[in-house]
């Protein structure tokens, strides 16, 4: 596997390069609609990671909101019910259906949210998510994963443990994380060769459609390929969330969440984780 920590030394200058380009300031972009947009981020970090994409994102006419993740190193099946209720909340609040972006580990979280929960999602899209084997990434990173996981297991709260990965508690998760989604929400996992972090063969889920940019893995949510993809791409969630919105869907009314089309006025299966994989070449 080609890549390492290193690689990552360049995102300075990513961001760089992004603060001073047009786009930052929303220039050269369809501007968006209103659509909600919840954001999940990576391993170990938590919302602060991820306050340029949420900056950014309202400025070119969406709305944002954070995960409530401080640090994302819990239990996957715990993490996705409170994303869950988030989500559905956003749903209630803004009578819409919900783009969800996820970075890295966000993006598995976000990909089993909206299988789910399908009904109240846009699309979903990962950025250097490691969705074919989540194992696949920097022998450093790989270590703290098994440090934290040690930490669950030895019983300090808010840790995932090892029986969030060979246990009963995230069965169902790990169910979910391997099928294909359904076909009526999106999926995007945008992945790069320059990653430092995630192998990006590891990035490349069958039931999705790739996207390669050229940054490094934290440039994913602070760049300029990167920015101008999710642009791209969150427009055209936003069309799929007005087209399926005119269709009456019995799968929210049972969850209790109301989820109405705007006045007519206003409209003008990757492979079990678990299991090694070979990773395309």
């Not at 869950?84 to 598995?108: C, I, N, P, T, W």
């Not at 250097?128 to 709260?157: C, H, K, N, S, Y």
């Not at 192998?199 to 390929?225: N, Y």
Request: with cysteine; hydrophobic share 40%; net charge positive.
């Amino acid at each position: 596997m080609r890549f390492g920590l290193g690689r990552e030394g360049t995102f300075g200058i990513e961001l760089a390069a992004l603060l001073r380009d047009p786009l930052w300031r929303g220039e050269g972009v369809a501007p968006g609609d209103g659509m909600p947009v919840l954001l999940v981020p990576g391993f170990l970090v938590g919302d602060g990671s991820l306050r340029p994409l949420y900056d950014w994102l309202g400025r070119i006419g969406y709305a944002p909101q954070v995960s409530g993740i401080r640090h994302n190193v819990g239990c996957s099946a715990a993490l996705v019910r409170r994303l869950e209720r988030r989500l559905e909340r956003m749903a209630q609040e803004h009578r819409s259906r919900v783009a969800l972006v996820g970075h890295s580990r966000g993006g598995s979280l976000a990909k089993v949210l909206a299988q789910r929960k399908p009904h109240l999602v846009a699309g979903v899209v990962m950025l250097g998510t490691p969705q074919i084997e989540p194992l696949a990434v920097d022998p450093v990173v790989r270590g703290l994963l098994f440090a934290t996981g040690a930490l669950g297991t030895l019983g300090v709260p808010g840790f995932a443990s090892a029986s969030c990965l060979i246990g009963s508690c995230c069965r169902e998760f790990w169910r979910l994380y391997g099928e294909p989604i359904d076909r009526r929400v999106p999926l995007v996992s945008v992945y790069s060769r320059r990653d430092g972090i995630v192998d990006w063969r590891s990035c490349l889920d069958p039931s999705a459609t790739h996207v390669e940019v050229a940054t490094t893995h934290m440039g994913m949510v602070a760049s300029v390929p990167a920015l101008r993809v999710l642009a791209a791409t969150l427009r055209d969630f936003a069309a799929n969330r007005r087209r399926l919105e005119r269709i009456p869907r019995e799968g929210a009314a049972r969850e209790g969440v109301r989820i109405a089309s705007r006045p007519r006025a206003r409209q003008h299966r990757a492979r079990d984780p678990r299991a090694v994989a070979k990773a395309p070449r």
